[in-house]
Nanobody, 116 residues
Framework: QVHLVESGGGLVQPGGSLRLSCALS????????MGWFRQAQGKEREFVAR????????DYADSVKGRFTFSRDNAKNTVYLKMNSLKPEDTAVYYC?????????WGQGTQVTVSS
């Protein structure tokens, strides 16, 4: 059974940094597309960053491009989202997604709050 566990969220001041982690179990990271999404209170879930299942390309939402960096450690079966220059509008629950062309799985989410 595929399972995703996010960690690393918290409260940070504007301009600060956080690194989110997402540990995958139940399948091999190498053969899995991975992504990060977020959902602010009262809004729909939106795309943040992803690396396609076939590997290689990484895509970012325009709102985070240049500030957030997606990375993966296949040996640890873990992906990361390094978030720099955080803004109050980045406040949301951040969700990790694992996917193949046929299936998709979600983590439970981790709260990120950017506030002074």
């Amino acid at each position: 059974q595929v399972h995703l566990v996010e960690s690393g969220g918290g409260l940070v001041q504007p301009g600060g940094s956080l690194r989110l982690s997402c540990a995958l179990s139940g399948r091999t990271l190498r053969s899995t597309g991975m992504g990060w999404f977020r959902q602010a209170q009262g809004k729909e879930r939106e795309f943040v960053a992803r690396e396609r299942w076939s590997g290689g390309s990484t895509d970012y939402a325009d709102s985070v491009k240049g500030r957030f960096t997606f990375s993966r450690d296949n040996a640890k079966n873990t992906v990361y989202l390094k978030m720099n220059s955080l803004k109050p509008e980045d406040t949301a629950v951040y969700y990790c997604n694992a996917n193949t062309p046929l299936e998709s799985w979600w983590g439970q989410g981790t709260q990120v709050t950017v506030s002074s």
